[in-house]
């Protein structure tokens, strides 16, 4: 208890706020991350769930595996929504318009 009373972890509150390492992603790339993570995890489930319904030998896996590949082509198509939604964003909104240190100085006025 004497390491709280002189002034180690009780001077600190519950947490400390760092910065964030990067900029947070802009909304619409976020909204498409958060939509193919949940799709992905969805179609990984379903297919766990045929694996084991061919190892018991149920009926239900003929039609699970149907699902199980529309689950995958709409999982690819979210993933790809992902990465064309980031790159609609760069492309759009990702422009600084500063000169560069590499741009010709400005000429004098006369």
Known sequence: MRMYEE???AGRGL???E???RPRMPDPVRASAVRALLIVAVTLTEATITFFLAVTGS???VPMVFMGIAGTVVATW???DVLITR???NQRY???SEPSSAAAPRPRPR
């Open 19 to 21: 910065p964030a390492r």
């Open 78 to 80: 979210a993933v790809l």
């Open 15 to 17: 947490w400390v706020v």
């Open 87 to 89: 790159q609609m964003w």
């Open 94 to 96: 990702g422009v600084v």
């Open 7 to 9: 002034g180690g972890v």
């Open 59 to 61: 009926w239900l896996a």
